[in-house]
Protein backbone atom coordinates (compact mmCIF):
# COMPACT_ATOMS: atom_id res chain seq x y z
CA UNK A 1 0.00 0.00 0.00
CA UNK A 2 2.71 2.44 1.06
CA UNK A 3 4.12 1.62 -2.70
CA UNK A 4 1.20 2.91 -4.30
CA UNK A 5 1.16 6.01 -2.49
CA UNK A 6 4.49 6.51 -2.68
CA UNK A 7 4.27 6.13 -6.51
CA UNK A 8 1.21 8.65 -6.53
CA UNK A 9 2.94 11.27 -4.94
CA UNK A 10 6.06 10.73 -6.95
CA UNK A 11 4.35 10.83 -10.13
CA UNK A 12 2.32 14.19 -9.12
CA UNK A 13 5.44 16.03 -8.57
CA UNK A 14 6.92 14.61 -11.64
CA UNK A 15 4.48 15.73 -13.35
CA UNK A 16 4.10 19.34 -11.52
CA UNK A 17 7.75 19.41 -11.97
CA UNK A 18 8.17 19.07 -15.42
CA UNK A 19 5.17 21.91 -15.98
CA UNK A 20 6.67 24.96 -18.01
CA UNK A 21 6.94 27.29 -14.74
CA UNK A 22 8.95 24.92 -13.02
CA UNK A 23 10.82 23.79 -16.32
CA UNK A 24 11.42 27.39 -16.33
CA UNK A 25 12.73 28.19 -12.91
CA UNK A 26 15.04 24.98 -13.37
CA UNK A 27 16.25 25.79 -16.01
CA UNK A 28 17.24 29.40 -14.29
CA UNK A 29 19.05 27.06 -11.78
CA UNK A 30 20.72 25.34 -14.06
CA UNK A 31 22.19 28.04 -16.12
CA UNK A 32 22.71 30.07 -13.10
CA UNK A 33 24.66 26.76 -11.36
CA UNK A 34 26.74 25.90 -14.44
CA UNK A 35 27.81 29.69 -15.52
CA UNK A 36 28.93 30.46 -12.15
CA UNK A 37 30.17 27.33 -10.23
CA UNK A 38 30.77 24.49 -13.24
CA UNK A 39 31.73 26.51 -16.30
CA UNK A 40 31.83 24.25 -18.79
CA UNK A 41 32.73 26.80 -21.05
CA UNK A 42 36.61 27.18 -20.00
CA UNK A 43 39.58 25.11 -20.77
CA UNK A 44 41.62 24.46 -17.77
CA UNK A 45 44.96 24.49 -18.00
CA UNK A 46 46.54 23.65 -14.80
CA UNK A 47 49.17 26.91 -14.88
CA UNK A 48 49.68 29.25 -12.13
CA UNK A 49 46.71 32.12 -12.21
CA UNK A 50 49.08 34.55 -10.86
CA UNK A 51 51.04 34.94 -13.69
CA UNK A 52 51.62 35.74 -17.10
CA UNK A 53 51.51 32.85 -19.76
CA UNK A 54 51.71 33.50 -23.78
CA UNK A 55 49.30 31.93 -25.71
CA UNK A 56 51.09 29.33 -27.09
CA UNK A 57 51.71 27.93 -23.88
CA UNK A 58 48.41 28.45 -23.02
CA UNK A 59 47.15 26.41 -25.86
CA UNK A 60 49.30 23.79 -25.03
CA UNK A 61 48.56 23.05 -21.70
CA UNK A 62 44.79 23.65 -22.52
CA UNK A 63 44.48 20.84 -25.55
CA UNK A 64 46.59 18.54 -23.14
CA UNK A 65 44.39 18.68 -19.99
CA UNK A 66 41.50 18.38 -21.75
CA UNK A 67 43.44 15.13 -23.03
CA UNK A 68 44.31 14.15 -20.10
CA UNK A 69 40.36 14.70 -18.85
CA UNK A 70 39.30 12.67 -21.35
CA UNK A 71 41.25 10.05 -20.44
CA UNK A 72 41.20 10.20 -16.59
CA UNK A 73 38.01 11.82 -15.66
CA UNK A 74 35.83 10.62 -18.63
CA UNK A 75 37.20 7.21 -18.48
CA UNK A 76 37.43 6.65 -22.44
CA UNK A 77 38.89 3.76 -22.41
CA UNK A 78 36.27 2.06 -19.97
CA UNK A 79 33.61 3.65 -21.88
CA UNK A 80 34.36 3.36 -25.54
CA UNK A 81 35.12 0.41 -27.66
CA UNK A 82 38.19 1.21 -29.47
CA UNK A 83 38.21 -1.70 -31.63
CA UNK A 84 35.43 -1.46 -33.26
CA UNK A 85 37.00 0.21 -36.07
CA UNK A 86 40.64 0.51 -37.75
CA UNK A 87 39.90 4.46 -37.42
CA UNK A 88 38.94 4.05 -33.52
CA UNK A 89 42.29 1.62 -33.12
CA UNK A 90 44.43 4.25 -34.44
CA UNK A 91 42.63 6.67 -32.58
CA UNK A 92 43.45 4.77 -29.31
CA UNK A 93 46.60 4.66 -30.14
CA UNK A 94 47.30 8.15 -30.78
CA UNK A 95 45.46 9.26 -27.71
CA UNK A 96 47.74 7.04 -25.51
CA UNK A 97 50.95 8.21 -27.40
CA UNK A 98 50.08 11.81 -26.80
CA UNK A 99 48.60 10.94 -22.82
CA UNK A 100 52.40 9.33 -22.14
CA UNK A 101 54.20 12.10 -24.16
CA UNK A 102 52.31 14.75 -21.97
CA UNK A 103 52.28 13.03 -18.37
CA UNK A 104 56.25 12.97 -19.19
CA UNK A 105 56.60 16.65 -20.57
CA UNK A 106 57.57 17.77 -17.18
CA UNK A 107 60.60 15.66 -17.26
CA UNK A 108 61.46 17.52 -20.95
CA UNK A 109 61.13 20.83 -18.56
CA UNK A 110 63.91 19.68 -16.11
CA UNK A 111 66.19 18.51 -18.32
CA UNK A 112 66.65 21.82 -20.03
CA UNK A 113 66.43 23.77 -16.74
CA UNK A 114 69.33 21.89 -15.84
CA UNK A 115 70.84 22.28 -19.16
CA UNK A 116 70.33 26.31 -18.27
CA UNK A 117 72.92 25.70 -15.24
CA UNK A 118 75.01 24.25 -16.91
CA UNK A 119 75.46 27.08 -19.28
CA UNK A 120 75.04 29.41 -16.75
CA UNK A 121 77.76 27.84 -14.64
CA UNK A 122 80.13 27.80 -17.40
CA UNK A 123 79.15 31.97 -18.15
CA UNK A 124 80.04 32.45 -14.28
CA UNK A 125 83.37 31.84 -14.97
CA UNK A 126 84.10 34.23 -16.84
CA UNK A 127 86.33 37.42 -14.94
CA UNK A 128 84.84 40.45 -13.47
CA UNK A 129 81.71 41.63 -12.62
CA UNK A 130 78.10 41.25 -13.99
CA UNK A 131 78.18 43.61 -16.42
CA UNK A 132 81.64 43.29 -17.62
CA UNK A 133 80.54 39.28 -18.56
CA UNK A 134 78.11 40.89 -20.92
CA UNK A 135 80.54 42.99 -22.13
CA UNK A 136 83.50 40.41 -22.05
CA UNK A 137 83.62 39.52 -25.70
CA UNK A 138 85.65 36.25 -24.62
CA UNK A 139 83.90 33.50 -24.48
CA UNK A 140 85.18 29.84 -23.52
CA UNK A 141 84.83 27.05 -25.87
CA UNK A 142 82.63 25.30 -23.30
CA UNK A 143 80.27 27.80 -23.00
CA UNK A 144 79.70 27.66 -26.09
CA UNK A 145 79.39 24.55 -26.83
CA UNK A 146 76.97 24.34 -23.52
CA UNK A 147 74.94 27.23 -25.14
CA UNK A 148 74.17 25.34 -28.16
CA UNK A 149 73.04 22.30 -26.32
CA UNK A 150 70.50 24.42 -24.71
CA UNK A 151 68.93 25.71 -27.90
CA UNK A 152 69.17 22.23 -29.68
CA UNK A 153 67.16 21.36 -26.39
CA UNK A 154 64.73 24.09 -26.66
CA UNK A 155 64.18 23.64 -30.51
CA UNK A 156 63.43 20.02 -30.28
CA UNK A 157 61.08 20.15 -27.56
CA UNK A 158 59.37 22.79 -29.01
CA UNK A 159 59.27 20.90 -32.74
CA UNK A 160 57.96 18.06 -30.12
CA UNK A 161 54.97 19.86 -28.71
CA UNK A 162 54.10 21.38 -32.33
CA UNK A 163 53.92 17.29 -33.62
CA UNK A 164 51.84 16.06 -30.65
CA UNK A 165 49.65 19.52 -31.03
CA UNK A 166 49.10 18.53 -34.51
CA UNK A 167 48.29 14.68 -33.98
CA UNK A 168 46.10 15.65 -30.96
CA UNK A 169 44.10 18.09 -34.03
CA UNK A 170 43.84 15.27 -36.42
CA UNK A 171 42.17 12.53 -33.59
CA UNK A 172 39.83 15.35 -32.24
CA UNK A 173 36.35 13.89 -34.02
CA UNK A 174 36.90 10.60 -31.28
CA UNK A 175 37.45 12.76 -27.94
CA UNK A 176 33.77 12.06 -26.69
CA UNK A 177 31.82 9.88 -24.66
Known amino acids: ?47 DKTSWHDKDGLMLYGMMNLLVDFVD ?3 CFE ?30 GKEID ?9 FEKRSGD ?8 VKSKMEDVEFEKLHVMEELLIAEEEDMLIRL ?6 LWT
Open 130 to 137: WLNKFNNP
Open 73 to 75: KEE
Open 169 to 174: IKIRKF
Open 114 to 122: NQLHVWHNE
Open 1 to 47: MNAEIDEKISDMFFSIWHTEPFRTLKDWYYDIRNGLFKRYDLIRTGL
Open 79 to 108: TIEWNSDPEHAHAAKEIRSIYRWWKNYDNR
